[in-house]
C-alpha cells in the first residue's frame, strides 16, 4: 500500500514538473485584463513618442517572453513609464492570464 | 539686421533638419539576413522562435524600428540582458538597420492587437 501510494505520489509529482502548460493562465480571463493594453498595442502603426518607434506587436508572441518582459517593467529592470505603471499594477496571476491570452493568437496566424 | 536673418537661417536649417528623416539609413534586408546566422540559435531561422525556446521572443514580423531601439537599449545597458548585452555590443548602427529589416521582413503570427476588443 505504502509502495503504491509513494508510486502514485512521484508519478504526479513528475507530470506536474513535466507539464508546464498547468502553470498557464486563463485565456478568456486574459482577455478581458488585455483591453488596457489595446490602447497602444492594438492601433496598426501607433507609434510610441520621445522617443519614437513603433508600439511593438504583441499578439501571437511567446509566452515565457512575455511574462519575463512584464516581471521587467514591475520590478523597473526595463523602463518604459507607461509599461511599468500599468505590470506594477498586475498581480502574478494577471500577468499570467495575459500572457496566455496574447500568447494563444499566434495559432491565428497574422490577421 | 544682419544678425536677425542669420538667426533665420539657422532657424531654418534646424527645422529642417529635423522635419527630414529621409537622411535617416535604411536596412538591408539581404545583409541582414547575412549577420543573422548568430542570433538563429535562439530565435529560429526566421526569428520565428524555437520548439520549446519560448523564453525567447519571436522578431519576426516584428516592427523594424522597435528591434532597432531594442538593439540600442542592449548595447547602451538601458535594457539588461546579459546574452543580449553581449551581441549587440558587436554590432554598429548599419548592423542593426540590416537585421532589424531582415526580421521585420518575415513571416509571423505577430499582430497588432487591434480585432481582438469589441
Redesign the interface.
Known amino acids: 500500500m505504502t509502495l503504491i501510494l509513494r508510486t502514485l505520489a512521484g508519478l504526479s509529482l513528475a507530470a506536474a514538473l513535466a507539464s508546464p502548460a498547468f502553470a498557464k493562465g486563463d485565456i478568456e480571463a486574459g482577455?478581458q485584463k488585455?483591453?488596457t493594453?489595446?490602447g497602444c498595442?492594438?492601433?496598426?502603426g501607433?507609434k510610441n513618442a520621445y522617443?519614437?518607434?513603433?508600439?511593438?506587436?504583441?499578439?501571437?508572441?511567446?509566452?515565457?517572453?512575455l511574462k519575463?518582459?512584464l516581471h521587467e517593467y514591475a520590478k523597473g529592470?526595463?523602463?518604459h513609464p507607461t509599461m511599468q505603471a500599468q505590470a506594477e499594477s498586475f498581480s502574478e496571476q494577471d500577468i499570467d492570464d495575459i500572457a496566455s491570452f496574447?500568447?494563444s493568437?499566434?495559432?491565428?496566424?497574422?490577421? | 539686421m544682419i544678425n536677425r536673418n542669420a538667426l533665420r537661417i539657422a532657424l531654418y536649417t534646424a527645422l529642417f533638419a529635423m522635419a527630414v528623416p529621409a537622411f535617416a539609413a535604411k536596412g538591408d534586408v539581404a545583409a541582414g539576413e547575412q549577420k543573422s546566422k548568430v542570433c538563429q540559435a535562439c530565435h529560429g531561422k526566421d526569428g520565428n522562435?524555437v520548439p520549446n525556446m519560448?523564453?525567447?521572443?519571436?522578431l519576426a514580423?516584428?516592427?523594424a524600428?522597435?528591434l532597432?531601439?531594442a538593439l540600442k537599449d542592449y548595447k547602451s545597458g538601458?535594457?539588461?540582458n546579459p546574452i543580449m548585452a553581449g551581441f549587440a555590443g558587436t554590432l554598429e548602427e548599419q548592423d542593426m538597420l540590416d537585421l532589424a529589416a531582415y526580421f521585420s521582413a518575415q513571416?509571423?503570427?505577430?499582430?497588432?492587437?487591434?480585432?481582438?476588443?469589441d
Open positions: 482577455k488585455a483591453y493594453c489595446a498595442h492594438g492601433i496598426t501607433y522617443p519614437t518607434y513603433h508600439v511593438p506587436r504583441i499578439a501571437g508572441q511567446n509566452y515565457e517572453y519575463a518582459a529592470e526595463r523602463s496574447l500568447s493568437l499566434s495559432e491565428e496566424g497574422a490577421k | 522562435g519560448d523564453m525567447y521572443p519571436r514580423g516584428q516592427y524600428d522597435y532597432v531601439k538601458a535594457r539588461k513571416k509571423s503570427p505577430l499582430h497588432d492587437l487591434s480585432q481582438h476588443h
